[in-house]
């Protein structure tokens, strides 16, 4: 599912708002970080807060090159939440938690500057 696109490709082609629409970015809290075990490339399991109406849920991240399981509960971060869920070792991974890659291809995690409401979405 990790999609490594070309960094020095121009822009996608276009698209109209509804399909922008169709991608629900929400943001949550990170409750918790745990190694995900026997997975092929470094992961974590993150749980995920995105409040009342989104709920808690799970995400299979890639991010052990910038980040520690402890240093990331607290965490602000933003996932589309209309994927399927996708089984990811053991766990079902039910959000697509999003990132940048770093100049060497390390993920940095895609994260609001500022407090907003859990589950606000993104426009």
Same mark, same amino acid.
């Given at each position: 599912m990790h999609?490594?696109?070309?960094?020095?490709?121009?822009?996608a082609e276009w698209i109209n708002f509804a399909q922008f629409l169709a991608v629900d970015i929400r943001v949550g809290k990170l409750l918790a970080a745990e190694p995900l075990r026997h997975a092929r490339k470094p992961a974590y399991v993150l749980t995920i807060d995105f409040g009342d109406i989104i709920g808690v849920k799970k995400s299979s991240a890639q991010i052990t090159e910038h980040y520690t399981p402890e240093? %990331? @509960?607290? &965490?602000?971060?933003?996932?589309?939440?209309? %994927? @399927?869920? &996708?089984?990811?070792?053991?766990?079902?991974?039910?959000?697509?938690?999003l990132g940048f890659p770093d100049a060497s291809g390390a993920v940095v995690l895609f994260t609001p500057d500022r407090e907003v409401p859990l589950g606000s979405r993104l426009f």
């Open positions: 999609l490594v696109p070309d960094q020095q490709a121009g822009a240093e %990331l @509960p607290g &965490r602000l971060v933003a996932a589309v939440v209309n %994927l @399927p869920p &996708r089984q990811i070792g053991k766990i079902m991974s039910e959000v697509l938690t």
